[in-house]
């Protein structure tokens, strides 16, 4: 099992950048796809952003293509999401998850492990 830990969640004006970071237990490396969703109140899990165990595939939602991106530093065990542009609808908890495939997925249930969330909110 992989624990996960996010960070870089605040409060932001519309038009601003977050960069949101989520570090894993020692073990992943280049085994682990790993992942962004986000979850809105009373809306369900979505996704947001993937990247390969390499970084050498990544994969967007439609939503956030042109304004995200994903990356990650395998030394360091951590995914990177720089979100740039953020609008009032980018507001949600964003979670991190890890997969035991090379290759990314944009399904929720595809992936094994999960971070415990960080809050972004984006005010008009």
């Known amino acids: 099992q992989v624990q996960l830990v996010e960070s870089g969640g605040g409060l932001v004006q519309a038009g601003g950048s977050l960069r949101l970071s989520c570090v894993a237990s020692s073990g992943t490396g280049s085994t682990y796809a790993m992942g962004w969703f986000r979850q809105a109140p009373g809306k369900e899990r979505e996704f947001v952003a993937a990247?390969?165990?390499?970084?050498?595939?990544?994969t967007y939602a439609d939503s956030v293509k042109g304004r995200f991106t994903v990356s990650r530093d395998n030394a360091k065990s951590t995914m990177f999401l720089q979100m740039n542009s953020l609008k009032p609808e980018d507001t949600a908890v964003y979670y991190c998850?890890?997969?035991?495939?090379?290759?990314?997925?944009?399904?929720?249930?595809?992936?094994?492990?999960w971070g415990q969330g960080t809050q972004v909110t984006v005010s008009s």
């Open positions: 990247i390969s165990g390499s970084g050498s595939s990544r």
């Open positions: 998850a890890a997969r035991i495939e090379f290759f990314p997925s944009p399904r929720p249930n595809a992936y094994n492990d």
